[in-house]
């Protein structure tokens, strides 16, 4: 059993780590980017277009869904900044599968928080776009399609921030798993 445990590393080689340490900080300012956009041009969307003589104006603050999905992905960029710093420490102090855990928590946090804004807002788009004929609610991108174009490449911004934030949170589970709780 010996001669098995001998043949692997139990640490890994510096390079490796800070390879690892590198794609996280990176993985995290492309998180803040995606989340930053999608949150400004959620925030950014409104059109007025005259419908049988009559100005209409839409925004986003008209649907609750839509706020909801702004506020989460700004909600989501102001704390994977502030993750940055620790992210930065452990790339110059050292690591413990502990601050790794607690990353994981944390990212885990997040990447629920974008992805219920995410549905929420795909939601509303749908309906937007196709309408419901059984509630009687009419399609709206017809008349607005550069709204509807804008809030379109906001979630596609936001999915985009999920599948990031998916990205932390498998890599911080899988160096938090090196936990000795029985110790």
Known sequence: MAGIEAKFQQNPPLGTHKLFLGAHIC???LTVTATLTAAWMMITSKQTVEVY???????????????FFSYANAIACGCSVLTLFPAFSLFYRGSTPM???LLFLHDLCMMSLVL?????????GYVGRYGN????????????DEYCNRIRLSLMFSYLAFVFIL????MSANKSREIRVWE
Do not use: P
């Open 27 to 29: 993985l995290r300012i």
């Open 53 to 67: 003589g009559i100005q209409v104006e839409a925004k986003y603050s008209y649907s609750s869904a839509f706020k």
């Open 99 to 101: 601050k790794f855990f």
């Open 116 to 124: 219920a804004g995410c549905a929420a807002a795909t939601a509303i």
């Open 133 to 144: 004929n059984h509630a009687g609610w009419m399609a709206i991108c017809d008349q607005f």
């Open 167 to 170: 990205m932390l949170t498998i």
